[in-house]
């Protein structure tokens, strides 16, 4: 079992920045790979970047690329994604989510366990 509590979201002027974390309990959360996904409201849930368990690979939606960055420090069992130059589009309750499988993760079905959410709301 793996629990997963993110934090860090708010509000923030278009054009900012927002670090958002996960922290994740359970002997075995370094073996799991972790991304981030969104959902904002009245849209499908869409797949924002992965990590490998070893965070040598990482993995973007074509729309985050260059403004977002994922990363993971093992030993603190947290997983970070570092939002800049935000944008009203990128309003949305985010989440992180874990998975075993280490595959196809743009897609939410392969990840077990999520967190509960925190909501980044961006401002004109």
């Known amino acids: 079992q793996v629990q997963l509590v993110e934090s860090g979201g708010g509000l923030v002027q278009a054009g900012g920045s927002l670090r958002l974390s996960c922290a994740a309990s359970?002997?075995?959360?370094?073996?799991?790979?972790m991304g981030w996904f969104r959902q904002a409201p009245g849209k499908e849930r869409e797949f924002v970047a992965a990590?490998?368990?070893?965070?040598?690979?990482?993995y973007y939606a074509d729309s985050m690329k260059g403004r977002f960055t994922i990363s993971r420090d093992n030993a603190k069992n947290t997983v970070y994604l570092q939002m800049n130059n935000l944008k009203e589009g990128d309003t949305a309750v985010y989440y992180c989510?874990?998975?075993?499988?280490?595959?196809?993760?743009?897609?939410?079905?392969?990840?077990?366990?999520w967190g509960q959410g925190t909501q980044v709301t961006v401002s004109s």
């Open positions: 989510a874990a998975q075993i499988i280490h595959r196809n993760y743009e897609l939410p079905t392969y990840y077990s366990y």
């Open positions: 359970g002997r075995t959360s370094s073996s799991y790979a």
């Open positions: 990590i490998t368990r070893s965070g040598g690979t990482t």
